[in-house]
C-alpha cells in the first residue's frame, strides 16, 4: 500500500484547461510509479477555490480511470496561495518506490522534489517560486540581448 501526492496548476478555470492538466498530471503519476488504473484503490482530488469550471474526477476519467473510486474537495482557501491548483492523493496497492508529481508552476509547491532545496516546514511563496523558475543557461544573454554590468549602456529614460 502507498500514498501518491501530484498536483498541477491550471492555465484557466475552464473545462479544457482542467482536463488538459488533470490528464497530464494522471498520466505522468501512472509512468512514475508504474501503476495501472485497476491499482488504484482511490483517488482523493481537490481544487483551489477560483477553479469550479469542472470537476478534476472526470477529467482523470478521460485518461482511462472509469473504475478508480474518486471524490473532489475544495481546498483551504490560505491568503497568498497559489491560485488555480489541482491536487491528488492516491491510494495505491503495488510495490516500488514512491514518486510524487508536482507539474507546472505547482512544482514550487514541493521545491524539495525537484529543485533540490532543502525541506522546510514553512516555504516563504516567493522563495518557492524563485527556486521552480527557469533558470538561464550558462552564457546565454540576458532579456533582450542587452549587456548587463560595467560598461552596459543605459537604457532610454534612465539617469546617467
Sequence with gaps: MRG???ATQISANTVEAMEEAVVEMVEALMARNQLRPEDITWAI???THDLDA?????AARLAGWHQV????????PVPGSMPR?????????SDGATH??????????????HHGVKFQERVDPEQAARAAAP???????KG?????????????????
Design 4 to 6: 501518491i501526492r501530484g
Design 45 to 47: 482530488f481537490t481544487v
Design 54 to 58: 469542472d470537476f478534476p474526477a472526470r
Design 69 to 76: 473510486p474518486m471524490i473532489c474537495s475544495r481546498e483551504i
Design 85 to 93: 491548483v489541482v491536487r491528488v492523493l492516491l491510494h495505491v496497492e
Design 100 to 113: 510524487h508529481v508536482y507539474l507546472r508552476g505547482a512544482q514550487a509547491l514541493r521545491p524539495d522534489l
Design 135 to 141: 533558470r538561464a543557461r550558462p552564457g546565454a544573454k
Design 144 to 160: 533582450r540581448g542587452a549587456k548587463k554590468g560595467p560598461g552596459a549602456k543605459k537604457g532610454r529614460g534612465s539617469r546617467r
